[in-house]
């Protein structure tokens, strides 16, 4: 199979192992798969949205590359084990309107990426974004749904949501990057500033990788609070989110970065994490968002940090707290980075324990 074939294959083969097959089919008696009906809990208005569907699950690259279409399956299976699934209100997202994208991407970028799969062109960038079948639509879900889950926070329908297909904190206005093609987190931020005219958002960023695209995307914006803590970019991709950077004109200050170096593991994070609480206190946000990558956690392949599911269930425990107190609780948590299929079940499962519980 040529290189482009390889990268247009992301179809996931049919399932032969008959647990996995009886989990599936008890998803989608509960709604979870796509083309179904949501799913609504009786207490709705204080459970959570969870966001899940085949076409979120469809957001990935053909093998080898580590970012699979079987994300979303591992983090549902370590759900179901653990009775957590019945605890949220499943909900399938929709496709993003051009005009929902550029809120916050190019026209020229949406037009790139949708003419990408039809004119020959392979990777959106240098390589680590391929193009795949029916990319744009695929894509256009991912920040569909964090918009629709919005939309569901800010009406009171429920009070937080988690979607771990999302949080591709890499894409730039203006073009894809680190297996990002469209930054749903950016629009759902945008969207609040533009839209809603919320004076003070919050980002909070666990992933390993430095969340570029948020944060070049608002540096200038001093309503947009940032606490991104990560592998020290000196050795990990994208190589930005430095100490002295915390803003620019207006913004400075406004902004948090925390480098941890190779190998750090939950007592450096826990160490580093009242700082985080400190600068999220000063400005009071009136709304928070979590990307809770899982490839901070020991053993994923493409970072060197060694934390523990604990790192996220303490952190998201801390902003629903905040939430509670400075927001009217409302939260959104998406699923960002995660390499390893055990990690981001076990870290994406326990910030889903907290969001039920809290």
Same mark, same amino acid.
């Given at each position: 199979?040529?290189?482009?074939?390889?990268?247009?294959?992301?179809?996931?083969?049919?399932?032969?192992?008959?647990?996995?097959?009886?989990?599936?089919?008890?998803?989608?008696?509960?709604?979870?798969?796509?083309?179904?009906?949501?799913?609504?809990?009786?207490?709705?208005?204080?459970?959570?949205?969870?966001?899940?569907?085949?076409?979120?699950?469809?957001?990935?690259?053909?093998?080898?590359?580590?970012?699979?279409?079987?994300?979303?399956?591992?983090?549902?299976?370590?759900?179901? %084990?653990?009775?957590?699934? @019945? *605890? $949220?209100?499943?909900?399938?997202?929709?496709? !993003?309107? &051009?005009? #929902?994208?550029? /809120?916050?991407?190019?026209?020229?970028?949406?037009?790139?990426?949708?003419?990408?799969?039809?004119?020959?062109?392979?990777?959106?960038?240098?390589?680590?974004?391929?193009?795949?079948?029916?990319?744009?639509?695929?894509?256009?879900?991912?920040?569909?749904?964090?918009?629709?889950?919005?939309?569901?926070?800010?009406?009171?329908?429920?009070?937080?949501?988690?979607?771990?297909?999302?949080?591709?904190?890499? %894409?730039?206005?203006?073009? @894809? *990057? $680190?297996?990002?093609?469209?930054?749903?987190? !950016?629009? &759902?931020? #945008?969207?609040? /500033?533009?839209?809603?005219?919320?004076?003070?958002?919050?980002?909070?960023?666990?992933?390993?990788?430095?969340?570029?695209?948020?944060?070049?995307?608002?540096?200038?914006?001093?309503?947009?609070?940032?606490?991104?803590?990560?592998?020290?970019?000196?050795?990990?991709?994208?190589?930005?989110?430095?100490?002295?950077?915390?803003?620019?004109?207006?913004?400075?200050?406004?902004?948090?970065?925390?480098?941890?170096?190779?190998?750090?593991?939950?007592?450096?994070?826990?160490?580093?994490?009242?700082?985080?609480?400190?600068?999220?206190?000063?400005?009071?946000?009136?709304?928070?968002?979590?990307?809770?990558?899982?490839?901070?956690?020991?053993?994923?392949?493409?970072?060197?940090?060694?934390?523990?599911?604990?790192?996220?269930?303490?952190?998201?425990?801390?902003?629903?707290?905040?939430?509670?107190?400075?927001?009217?609780?409302?939260?959104?948590?998406?699923?960002?980075?995660?390499?390893?299929?055990?990690?981001?079940?076990?870290?994406?499962?326990?910030?889903?324990?907290?969001?039920?519980?809290?």
């Amino acid at each position: 199979m040529s290189k482009p074939d390889r990268m247009l294959s992301n179809t996931a083969k049919p399932c032969r192992d008959p647990t996995r097959r009886a989990l599936l089919r008890s998803l989608c008696a509960a709604g979870v798969m796509a083309g179904l009906t949501p799913r609504r809990t009786a207490s709705a208005a204080t459970s959570v949205a969870l966001y899940v569907s085949d076409t979120l699950a469809a957001y990935g690259f053909a093998p080898p590359h580590p970012f699979t279409t079987q994300r979303q399956a591992s983090f549902l299976a370590a759900v179901e %084990a653990q009775g957590l699934l @019945a *605890a $949220g209100t499943t909900v399938a997202g929709r496709a !993003a309107s &051009v005009e #929902e994208l550029t /809120r916050f991407h190019t026209r020229a970028h949406v037009e790139r990426v949708m003419a990408a799969e039809h004119d020959g062109t392979t990777a959106l960038d240098d390589g680590d974004t391929p193009v795949f079948r029916d990319m744009h639509r695929i894509a256009a879900t991912v920040v569909g749904s964090a918009l629709s889950g919005l939309q569901d926070v800010l009406d009171g329908a429920h009070h937080r949501s988690l979607q771990p297909i999302g949080g591709l904190h890499h %894409a730039a206005r203006d073009h @894809a *990057a $680190g297996f990002c093609i469209y930054n749903d987190v !950016a629009v &759902v931020i #945008e969207t609040l /500033r533009r839209e809603h005219g919320m004076a003070r958002v919050a980002y909070v960023d666990i992933d390993a990788h430095h969340g570029d695209g948020v944060f070049y995307g608002f540096e200038a914006d001093p309503g947009v609070i940032i606490a991104d803590v990560h592998q020290d970019g000196r050795t990990l991709f994208p190589g930005s989110g430095h100490r002295d950077e915390t803003g620019s004109g207006a913004a400075v200050g406004s902004k948090l970065n925390i480098e941890l170096p190779p190998r750090a593991g939950d007592r450096e994070f826990m160490a580093a994490w009242p700082e985080v609480e400190a600068h999220l206190e000063r400005h009071a946000p009136q709304f928070f968002i979590m990307q809770a990558g899982a490839d901070s956690l020991a053993g994923d392949p493409l970072a060197q940090l060694e934390y523990s599911a604990a790192v996220h269930r303490h952190v998201t425990t801390r902003l629903c707290a905040l939430a509670a107190r400075h927001a009217q609780g409302r939260l959104m948590v998406f699923g960002g980075g995660g390499y390893t299929p055990a990690n981001l079940a076990a870290a994406w499962s326990a910030v889903l324990a907290v969001l039920v519980s809290a």
